[in-house]
């Protein structure tokens, strides 16, 4: 396009191709060089760069810009430069600067991009300069439509070998948190967005963020809930994928964490009817949004692993119940061998006690039937243990110290009352704790075995003090049993330093 055209179709449009008279001889061997050239590398990005390069040195111009349109949105969003220390100095839309030349770059008919060119080294821009740029711009179409089906093909075959990643890690094991973890990171990743958020259906009828991988500070994202009643949980919650340009600036994006983010998907995880939760993957705010080949394959990558979690959540529960059944048939064998000999035994121990005469002989065969007695009580506990569910281990000390109260309540018929003082969880710290723990453990073992138990109370102190002024931890386990001379149980206390 010559300078006189240019009022009539600015670089940033797409200008109607006028016929053009044939280039000169030299001009085509320099063009059908750089078709070869261009056609070589299928990497879409460096392909633009030296389609813009190319025209710049076949015309003689100073400057050049290719700007790609968004076919959705008819907008550049995309800008290759030439010849510029930045894309301000030549605006896509109506360059400033004259003479200049521009062209469209059509693939499959439709405009991919605007080639524009001006300040030709050796004055106007002339019609062999035209020819060679709708030649050149002909056949970059044909390469762009190459690249993009091998980018297409190289991102389907991406997002293809990470669902499957995913199906595979997930059906090896590992926790639920794991498994949405995993979903995540590797959905961020592929979707090349800032973060992978996973969100759960809550109590109060909305939705909220369970898991969140980012590249960034991921604090305030855990815990974000989306409210009861807006547009995108009725969406989200009929299984209906949800898709922003700008989640800073839409109003259907109501959480407090929406400032950080700009394009966005939110994906539910679905399978067989069944509403897992929601995938969103955004971007930063500014970054490129995503086309119509992003959101199927994320769709598609969402419902693999809606599918992967659910089958993982079936495994799970035929390992627990494999597990459990393995533990009561290990119960019964305990109960039904081991605890019927060693009760024949203490009986028959018992009742030769019963009819020794000697008081040596009277002593040793007591103390053989209180260790059978104790024996029998110890075997048992571990009988109800086997029989309980299995369950995950508590990852807090206050929570340890209540699973173990709770496994001895089952033996002693009562709950034992549990009371803390201080930030237990975050001053008790290896090895104390296990020291602890094993001083409770030992201290409702003993409990159990006196006569006249009903109550016990177990207090843990995170905030005692040692007579030299450092801090420390105290244990005290308390009942209301009786010795066997009648005097009151001694209340046990375990302290180790902090």
């Not at 009539?8 to 000169?24: D, F, I, K, L």
């Not at 930063?284 to 598609?300: E, M, N, S």
């Not at 109260?405 to 104390?432: C, I, N």
Request: net charge negative; with cysteine; proline share 6%.
């Amino acid at each position: 396009m010559t300078e006189e055209a240019a009022d009539a179709g600015p670089c940033g449009a797409a200008p109607a191709a006028a016929p053009a008279p044939a280039p000169e001889k030299p001009a085509l061997s320099m063009l059908l060089e750089a078709v070869l050239s261009i056609g070589s590398d299928l990497e879409l990005r460096t392909m633009l760069q030296q389609i813009v390069d190319t025209a710049t040195a076949l015309t003689g111009a100073r400057y050049g810009v290719l700007g790609v349109l968004d076919p959705e949105r008819g907008t550049t969003v995309e800008r290759y430069t030439s010849g510029l220390g930045g894309t301000d100095e030549l605006p896509p839309g109506h360059p400033p600067a004259r003479p200049f030349l521009g062209t469209p770059i059509r693939v499959h008919g439709q405009v991919f991009g605007n080639l524009c060119l001006t300040e030709k080294h050796t004055g106007g821009f002339t019609d062999s300069d035209t020819a060679v740029l709708g030649a050149l711009a002909s056949q970059a179409g044909i390469a762009i439509a190459n690249a993009r089906l091998y980018a297409a093909a190289r991102q389907r075959e991406r997002w293809i070998e990470g669902a499957a990643a995913v199906t595979t890690a997930l059906l090896t094991g590992g926790s639920a948190a794991d498994a949405l973890m995993t979903v995540a990171e590797r959905a961020r990743t592929l979707a090349d967005a800032c973060a992978g958020v996973i969100l759960q259906p809550n109590e109060e009828g909305g939705m909220e963020i369970v898991t969140a991988s980012t590249l960034d500070d991921p604090a305030g994202i855990v815990g974000t809930a989306i409210t009861p009643g807006s547009e995108v949980l009725v969406q989200l919650l009929g299984g209906e994928p949800v898709f922003i340009e700008d989640s800073a600036t839409d109003p259907r994006m109501t959480t407090h964490v929406r400032s950080r983010f700009g394009p966005s998907m939110m994906l539910p995880l679905q399978s067989g009817g069944r509403l897992i939760g929601t995938l969103a993957l955004p971007r930063r705010r500014g970054d490129r949004p995503y086309t119509a080949v992003d959101r199927l394959l994320a769709t598609q990558f969402a419902s693999q692993a809606a599918l992967a979690l659910v089958l993982a959540d079936a495994r799970h529960d035929r390992e627990q119940l494999a597990v459990y059944e393995d533990r009561d048939r290990i119960a019964r064998d305990l109960h039904d061998l081991v605890v019927q000999r060693l009760f024949a035994t203490e009986m028959m121990l018992e009742s030769t006690r019963r009819r020794a005469a000697a008081p040596d002989t009277d002593e040793l065969l007591g103390r053989a039937v209180d260790e059978l007695d104790s024996t029998i009580q110890e075997v048992r506990t571990a009988i109800f243990a086997l029989q309980q569910p299995p369950a995950e281990a508590p990852t807090t000390f206050r929570g340890r110290v209540l699973r173990e109260t709770a496994g001895a309540a089952a033996v002693l018929g009562f709950q034992p009352s549990v009371h803390f003082t201080g930030a237990v969880d975050a001053l008790v710290r290896e090895p104390v704790d296990r020291q602890l723990l094993a001083a409770l453990r030992g201290a409702l073992a003993t409990a159990h075995r006196r006569a006249g138990v009903s109550a016990i109370e177990v207090s843990v102190d995170a905030t005692a003090g040692l007579p030299d002024g450092r801090a420390a931890v105290r244990l005290t386990v308390a009942d209301d049993g009786r010795e066997e001379d009648g005097s009151r149980s001694p209340t046990v206390t375990w302290q180790a330093p902090l």
